[in-house]
């Protein structure tokens, strides 16, 4: 990093929504221990830098899509925290009105068309939403993120060659964070991986540190243009997983200490030494932190007061024709 | 009026939607070449391969690919070149397109047609005969629609288009070549109205799509035999018209439901529970089924016509069922 054009204003910025993501999570890990939020989680505690890196680079109009761990994208997509810790408690005011959960957000007013409970199944419905953009002439791009495990699935072949065919504007984003649920991705995956993979396809792919914020940053603002040129390209992301599958998972699986010796590289703190060297005081940095902290906190807060939706909205926004309010059985 | 085939009407009733609005467009292998039965011959000349697009051979990414597209206000029409094939998209179907706008609280809508090839066809066998309707009728979110005539083809065609729900389209490959009047003018034609092709008094046949066909050759025979049969092509399944059914069997007493599908857990069960439910004070029979024994479908026409229900199959369930 050339110190004299770091762009201070910027990392710190990014360095605030970081903060935010894992105060966000730190809240619903907190709140699914104290049984209110009711499905499962999975945090991204330590992954937040590719959240952040890629999707501070989006405008609203760009859409995204994302996986089951998707709080750290859709929290930098624009989406409200307070709607988003309303629907993990599955609460009136929840992005999706509580018929959603953790594993189902969607904010389609900030242009994220949803969290994915199906591993891969964002992929082929990230190109079908470029082919729609490319079809009306919008200027927008499309992103979409996915785990390592992801590329195991016949979507990542069937979308990854569409969107190469049809030269669509997508930036695939594999974020790697070594595991596939229990099972060490390596394990279970042919070949040199995902960028290979790309590349055997035609698409421009690239590997980068994840937990490197302003690396992320920079390659994803550099793909992203090349993306609106040239069509599809693929961005690879190593990064770890600080904590298990899910919030409830003790990850016994991993080799002893292989956890402990991560948090050396956690993103946050990577970035927050970066800001330190660029000038910016240990108290404004804790600052930052503190806020982060407390506006997540206020948030629960206010989401356990709230109440739960009626169950008359479960027959709500099933479908038009053949409504189950006329005709449900 | 014009006669056409059933296979043309689809056509034209996709050419005349993609004509009244820009935002639809159709997607699936071999479309260029007018796909694999000529439903599209013609239209990429007119509308362009952008919007009669040729797709490499990848289900689920069609099916995908599409519930993104019709997400971002585009109304994609899905080929699936036979129903058997669509079940390489599964999970697009069921998991993405029918759940995308509950799932989302009713941000999303998913305005797409995915158009199945169905039924036995010319010694297809196992994989490329199945009817597998009464599947989708069990999701909800989607609609299910069987047209059986051309006219039915191209203005159900043209009210599913419309439909910003995600409908699964169920053409019978066995009817492409059948010709009927298909009206010029631009009519509309709502989904979920079955139509009383037959009126009778005696017994009440329930069918659709080819086996509707079936039912109306059976229905000529019991009259020669004094057996006055009223015939209704239910034309959608999901939502399906109960009060049509229902009126009927008020009348008749007798109801036979008719189906190519397998009979096991067949869309004639749910037919002849909700009848059951509602009308049993007006029974004078069981209401019976005629479909299809739980076998594969197999390639000689010996074996296969095992599957396959007869008009004289009807005749003579019918003519039990009302004890002559
Ligand atoms: C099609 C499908 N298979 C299995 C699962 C169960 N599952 C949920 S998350 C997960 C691991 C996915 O690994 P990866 O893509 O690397 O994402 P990560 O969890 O590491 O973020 C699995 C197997 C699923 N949700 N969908
Ligand atoms: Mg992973």
Known sequence: MNKTNFDRARYRHFYNQMCRIRAFERAAIKAKDENLVLGAIHPSIGQEAAAVGVCGNLRREDILLSTHRGHGHTLCKGADPQAMMLELLGKTGGNCGGKGGSMHIADFGVGMLGANGVVGANINIAVGAAHAIKLKGEDKVVTCIFGDGAINRGPFLEGLNWAKIYNLPVLFVCEDNGYSATTNTKDTTAGAGPVARAQSLGLEAESRDGNDVVGVDIATRDLLSRVKKKGPHLLHLKTYRLGGHTSTDPAKYRPDGEADGKWSEDPIARCRDMLKQAGLTDEALTDIEMAATSEMDGIYERARDAAFPPAANAYTDVQDIGDPRSQAF | ?324
């Open chain 2, 1 to 324: 009026m014009k006669t056409m085939t059933y296979l043309e009407a689809g056509r034209a009733g996709l050419a005349e939607m993609m004509r009244q609005d820009g935002s639809v467009w159709a997607l699936g292998e071999d479309l260029g070449r007018g796909g694999v039965f000529g439903q599209y011959h013609g239209l990429q000349d007119e509308f362009g391969s952008d919007r009669i697009a040729d797709t490499p051979i990848s289900e689920s990414c069609i099916l995908g690919s599409a519930v993104g597209a019709a997400m971002m206000g585009t109304r994609p029409v899905v080929e699936m070149r036979f129903a058997d094939f669509a079940l390489c998209a599964v999970d697009e179907l069921v998991n993405q397109a029918a759940k995308a706008r509950y799932m989302f609280g009713g941000q999303a809508r998913v305005p797409m047609v995915v158009r199945e090839p169905s039924g036995m066809w010319r010694s297809s066998a196992a994989q490329h005969s199945q009817s597998l309707e009464s599947w989708y009728t069990h999701i909800p979110g989607l609609v299910v629609v069987m047209p059986a005539t051309p006219a039915d083809n191209k203005f159900l065609l043209m009210e599913s288009i419309r439909c910003n729900d995600p409908v699964v389209y169920l053409e019978h490959k066995d009817l492409w070549s059948l010709e009927g009047p298909v009206d010029d003018q631009t009519e509309t034609l709502p989904i979920g109205k079955a139509r009383v092709a037959r009126p009778g008094s005696d017994l009440t046949i329930v069918s659709w799509s080819a086996m509707f066909h079936r039912a109306l050759e059976a229905a000529a025979i019991l009259a020669t035999q004094n057996v006055d049969a009223e015939v209704i092509d239910l034309r959608t399944l999901w939502p399906w018209d109960r009060q049509c059914v229902c009126e009927s069997v008020q009348k008749t007493g007798h109801l036979l439901i008719v189906h190519e599908a397998v009979q096991v857990s067949g869309f004639g069960a749910e037919i002849s529970s909700v009848v059951t439910e509602n009308c049993f004070g007006d029974l004078k029979s069981a209401p019976r089924r005629l479909a299809a024994p739980r076998i594969p479908i197999s390639y000689a026409p010996t074996m296969e016509d095992e599957v396959r229900v007869s008009a004289s199959q009807i005749v003579e369930a019918a003519l039990t069922q009302i004890g002559t």
